[in-house]
């Protein structure tokens, strides 16, 4: 008889498919989060008494963004999470105040839209096999000049086509989120040993998902344009 014990080992790696399920399950935590925490504040005065609260608000997005950007790799999943929920948060606090100028149809349909055309991009990210890479740099850079002429525009009040900006920035988008899908899957190859690296770039990339799914719901919802 076979007297030797035999150690039963747990396997930590994640399969692909549970990378991909993981991205998108916060993904689509993050939004059902910003979403739900904007329509509990929609009809009520939060945002109108707040004073300089939006303006804290928003230094504070930019540095969750660059603390997630920066340190990702040497903190915990659960801090990665928790940033990402705090982030969602603060998100649907300022959506609240922007979806209030927009009937409940417009903002319902803004978001079908945005959720199909997201879809499409995210399905193209997945399956097109040509290096996303350079597209993706281009659509980054051309999104930081459009940053600046967005400014610029508001400061000095151009006469710029309402149709104009939202649709440059979709176009943007389109390249954007093609290629953060694309880059996740990537990183899954370079880190496909170690489960916890696994779990904190899978949040990163729901991260980048949601970023650009709320971008890209923001320029439909522009476009739709039936303010109330």
């Not at 504070?60 to 040497?74: G, N, P």
């Not at 903190?75 to 922007?98: D, E, Q, R």
């Not at 927009?102 to 193209?124: C, E, K, M, Q």
């Not at 040509?130 to 281009?138: F, K, P």
């Amino acid at each position: 008889m076979d007297d030797k014990v035999y150690e039963f080992v747990e396997d930590q790696t994640m399969t692909m498919q549970q990378y991909i399920n993981n991205i998108f399950k916060w993904m689509v935590i993050g939004v059902l989060t910003t979403f739900l925490t904007a329509f509990a504040l929609e009809r009520t005065s939060f945002m109108a008494h707040a004073g300089v609260l939006p303006l804290l608000l928003v230094v504070f997005q930019f540095a969750v963004v660059i603390r997630l950007s920066r340190h990702l790799m040497t903190m915990k999943p659960a801090t990665a999470k928790a940033l990402y929920i705090t982030y969602s948060v603060i998100t649907g606090i300022t959506f609240s105040y922007v979806i209030s100028s927009y009937t409940g149809f417009t903002v319902s349909l803004a978001f079908l839209v945005a959720a199909i055309y997201f879809g499409v991009l995210v399905i193209l990210g997945t399956v097109v096999k040509m290096d996303l890479t350079r597209i993706g740099t281009l659509c980054l850079t051309g999104l930081f000049v459009y940053l600046i002429f967005a400014i610029i525009v508001m400061i000095f009040n151009l006469p710029v086509g309402s149709l104009i900006m939202p649709l440059i920035s979709l176009a943007l988008f389109a390249g954007i989120t093609a290629y953060d899908m694309q880059k996740s899957l990537q990183l899954y190859h370079k880190a496909s040993s170690n489960k916890e690296m696994l779990e904190k770039i899978s949040i990163y990339g729901a991260f980048n998902l949601y970023l650009d799914f709320m971008n890209i719901f923001l320029d439909i919802l522009q476009l739709l344009g039936d303010n109330n």
